[in-house]
């Protein structure tokens, strides 16, 4: 797991982030990247075989304009999990999860922040690309032009 705390900038341009952890009946969350800084992903593959969520954004920014970020997990399975703070998708990227089973939540999971989605692919194979989960959210989908 990567963990980018407070003040801080990780720049994702490529290559490949892999999280294989799993162990059924785990209670430990297993995430690719968990953000609380400012997170930049413009290429690459993220991928978690994990619990939870590929990426845990809790608070700071999350952009992601390309590259690829999937959820392989059955049970939660987002591909972005939102606490806080604001999450932008836009350009090429494409986000998708295999979620269906258990405690299936979104591909991109709003339970706390502000998602804007102006590009991109979003797709779920079991459950909703996009869920918005409490009423202190803001979800804006394309642009208001």
Same mark, same amino acid.
């Given at each position: 797991m990567v963990v980018n705390?407070? +003040?801080?900038?990780? @720049?994702? #341009?490529? +290559?490949t982030l892999a999280n294989n952890c799993y162990a059924a009946g785990a209670t430990t969350e297993f995430i690719a990247i968990s953000n609380n800084g400012t997170t930049n992903i413009t290429g690459g593959s993220i991928t978690s075989y994990g619990q939870s969520a590929t990426i845990n954004q809790n608070a700071g920014t999350l952009n992601v304009s390309d590259g690829e970020i999937i959820a392989h997990n059955t049970s939660k399975g987002q591909a972005i999990y939102i606490a806080g703070g604001t999450t932008n998708i836009s350009g090429d990227a494409y986000l998708e @999860?295999? #979620?269906?089973?258990?405690e299936s939540r979104g591909c991109v999971d709003n339970n706390g922040g502000t998602l804007n989605i102006t590009g991109g692919t979003v797709v779920s194979k079991g459950y909703t690309a996009v869920m918005v989960r409490k009423n202190n959210t803001t979800t804006q989908i394309g642009t208001d032009n």
């Open positions: 705390p407070s +003040g801080a900038t990780l @720049n994702v #341009s490529g +290559g @999860n295999m #979620s269906g089973t258990g």
